[in-house]
């Protein structure tokens, strides 16, 4: 879909001490890092951002439900631990928690609040 780029993360970097892992490395400048804690059953989202968002799912599972304000498109899939999603502006999100879930997520611009960054549109 045009304006979402999904991926796995892959170490970088691995010897007998640790391995390194980015999430983004220059694909991303993120104004707000948060790790957001999802109970299995929870439906996250129905809204979208004038501003682009990265999500790396460190535990879980998670159904996405994705429409591009701009182009109409829509796809649904299902988010597996490991996983980046990037998306852009005006990409409508909605997301039921499958298990009990650990995300980072980023954005592009600081998060104020729901009123102030957050546009409506229900998908599930």
Known sequence: ??????????????DERRSIMPIFN???TARQIKILRAKKG???????????????????EV????????????IEFIMHEGEIMMT??????TGEFMKDSIMIEGTE????????????????
Do not use: C
Request: aromatic share 14%; charged share 25%; hydrophobic share 35%.
């Open 1 to 14: 879909m045009q304006g979402v780029t999904i991926w796995n993360a892959q170490i970088a970097h691995e």
């Open 26 to 28: 220059g694909e991303f």
């Open 42 to 60: 929870s439906i996250l989202g129905n809204h979208y951002h004038l501003y682009s968002e990265i999500r790396y799912l460190m535990k879980g």
């Open 63 to 74: 159904y996405y439900w994705l429409l591009n304000k701009r182009t109409s498109e829509k």
């Open 88 to 93: 852009g502006p005006e990409i409508v999100h």
């Open 109 to 124: 611009d600081p998060y104020i609040s729901a009123e102030i960054n957050d546009y409506k549109e229900i998908l599930k």
